[in-house]
């Protein structure tokens, strides 16, 4: 039987310089790849997500001055580079992706039970990563990854994610609170919101602002991930 060491390598990615830089001057053994900000049109977006009910949903929102419209951005790319990087090293491995502006082309999330508006969690997944091509792009990735040794995490500092608590919201339609998750964490929610991305609940790091890590990203991953740091 052969050893080998396991080199602990690991890669980070995230739209915010100030995370990727965080990240590189605390954990320098990790890879810190900034995906950056580059903006997509509103009417392109859609093309993406003809048939979807969940933007449609949303499309009524801001028609009716409910919701604002939002910068969309193209947010992570690097699929070939980062299943190249992962090819060439031997051993465990993890990824870390953010996820507003990262996975998700959005920011923030709408924390709503879907099915009220005749919509399913699928729908609003597909509505945050841009379509069912991008979705299918990423999970392919993902399971690619995945044979190559690589766990991966979400890391975020949405405050859905890191919320403990039901949440309450006030109604887009003028009832106190947008109708379902009566009893359901932020956290929660969110795990079911990725569900579909075949992601274990206990991989999705909760850094936001009610969590310990106050949003240090770097402070999680050396806590968590020693060796990979
Ligand atoms: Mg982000």
Redesign the pocket.
């Known amino acids: 039987m052969v050893l080998r060491s396991s080199p602990h390598e690991s890669c980070f990615f995230?739209?915010?310089w100030s995370n990727i830089q965080s990240v590189r001057e605390n954990c320098k053994k990790i890879n810190a790849v900034c995906v950056g900000i580059t903006e997509v049109d509103w009417a392109t977006w859609l093309t993406g997500l003809t048939g979807n009910p969940f933007a449609e949903f949303i499309t009524r929102l801001q028609k009716d001055g409910i919701l604002s419209r939002e910068v969309i951005s193209t947010g992570f790319t690097q699929y070939d580079r980062l299943i190249a990087w992962a090819e060439n090293i031997p051993g465990k491995k993890c990824v870390f992706f953010?996820?507003?502006?990262?996975l998700s082309m959005a920011s923030g999330v709408l924390s709503v039970n879907p099915q009220e508006y005749g919509c399913t969690f699928q729908d609003m997944l597909y509505y945050y990563v841009g379509g069912e091509e991008r979705f299918n792009r990423l999970t392919a990735m993902f399971t690619r990854l995945r044979q190559l040794d690589v766990d991966l995490y979400i890391l975020t500092n949405n405050p859905v994610c890191g919320c403990k608590y039901p949440l309450i919201n006030l109604d887009a339609y003028g009832e106190p609170r947008l109708r379902g998750l009566p009893k359901m964490t932020g956290a929660d929610f969110f795990g079911q919101l990725l569900q579909g991305l075949g992601i274990p609940a206990d991989h999705l790091l909760a850094s936001g602002r009610n969590t310990k890590y106050n949003q240090n990203k770097a402070r999680l991953l050396k806590e968590k991930f020693k060796l990979f740091c």
């Open positions: 995230d739209d915010d953010d996820w507003d502006y990262t």
